[in-house]
């Protein structure tokens, strides 16, 4: 009898284990899992999505063997993954990501080039350029997921002292909403720095909180535009630092720095890795993602962010693990303008 001896079985799974996620990548693409709400024959399938019938047959079946379909007497139907994460509109649809994924695919077949020269074959934003209503809803979508860390951190943080804060590269506001609904004065403000274009999603968003009145928004690149001085009692950076490299992480923080009032708060909330850099898994993978998309990024350690931090003028540096049960954990990192 065949039988798949175990130390085996985990580079079997790692050959093929781009077809699964190929597979669901483009179901998210075509908008499939909204067809399947209820059961349908693969032919209704097939004409709503303009594919070729036969192919479109082999393809939902092996969402099916994958757990996403039930299939029965020819008709194809979602099962509870798909109608949690894969259905738009609802609340933890990942949809999303699985579609940036799936813009993003061919580059990681140059993985071998970026190894060999160093240098990613096309930058992000450029890949991305042109699909202004996918980046639209994907922000929103990344709002989504922001929204239970930036509640945890907010937790974590003492933000009595917090009346104004900036959210640099804040993105769907995830952040600064967590921070004002969670800070005992009623009084706080923030202030969200970002590109023009990303600012349009995010003012829907603070609109549907009711927080316009609170939250100012910043046009700008973090790079070249100004932070203040002595503005602020908390700078935040989210998911910022992994773009960049060393010595513009430092430059970022000097920045912070002088934009702090006394006794003043930096957070760098990232990715992070060990000091061996080997664990957890998601980082290290994802400081390949880094490398793939970006000139200087990568992922770091909570060492060389306290390096960073102490050249740049803080003291009292704190470290605290975020969502530490999930597939993604993050850490945040937070020190002290004396």
Not at 205 to 233: E, M, V
Not at 237 to 250: A, I, K, R
Not at 298 to 314: D, P, Q, T
Request: aromatic share 8%; proline share 4%; hydrophobic share 40%.
């Amino acid at each position: 009898m065949c039988k798949m001896k175990p130390d085996r079985k985990v580079i079997g799974e790692l050959i093929v284990g781009y077809r699964k996620a190929k597979i669901l990548f483009t179901a998210a693409s075509m908008n499939l899992f909204s067809l399947t709400r209820n059961a349908a024959a693969a032919g209704a399938i097939s004409r709503a999505l303009r594919t070729e019938p036969r192919a479109t047959g082999i393809f939902l079946d092996s969402l099916a063997a994958m757990g996403f379909l039930k299939k029965k007497n020819g008709f194809y139907r979602n099962m509870p993954l798909a109608r949690r994460f894969l259905v738009p509109g609802k609340k933890e649809y990942l949809g999303h990501n699985l579609q940036y994924q799936d813009i993003i695919w061919n580059a990681w077949s140059e993985l071998g080039s970026v190894i060999k020269s160093g240098v990613p074959p096309v930058a992000l934003g450029k890949l991305l350029s042109g699909r202004s209503k996918f980046l639209g809803e994907y922000i929103k979508g990344m709002g989504e997921i922001a929204r239970k860390p930036a509640e945890e951190i907010a937790s974590a943080l003492e933000l009595s002292g917090a009346a104004d804060m900036l959210d640099v590269g804040g993105g769907p506001g995830s952040y600064s909403i967590a921070f004002l609904e969670r800070n005992p004065n009623p009084g706080a403000r923030a202030v969200i720095m970002d590109l023009k274009g990303t600012l349009k999603v995010t003012r829907k968003i603070i609109a549907a909180h009711r927080l316009h009145d609170r939250i100012t928004l910043k046009p700008g690149n973090y790079h070249t535009s100004a932070f203040g001085k002595d503005r602020y009692d908390l700078v935040l950076f989210s998911h910022v630092t992994h773009d960049e490299g060393p010595e513009d992480n430092l430059r970022l923080l000097k920045k912070a720095f002088a934009a702090l009032r006394k006794g003043g708060q930096v957070v760098i909330h990232d990715f992070m890795l060990n000091g061996n850099k080997t664990a957890p898994l998601f980082s290290a993978l994802f400081s390949v993602h880094m490398l793939v998309y970006t000139k200087n990024g990568r992922v770091y350690s909570s060492e060389e962010y306290s390096s960073w931090l102490k050249k740049a003028g803080f003291r009292g540096i704190k470290e605290r693990h975020i969502c530490s049960q999930t597939e993604n954990p993050s850490r945040i990192l937070v020190a002290v303008k004396p």
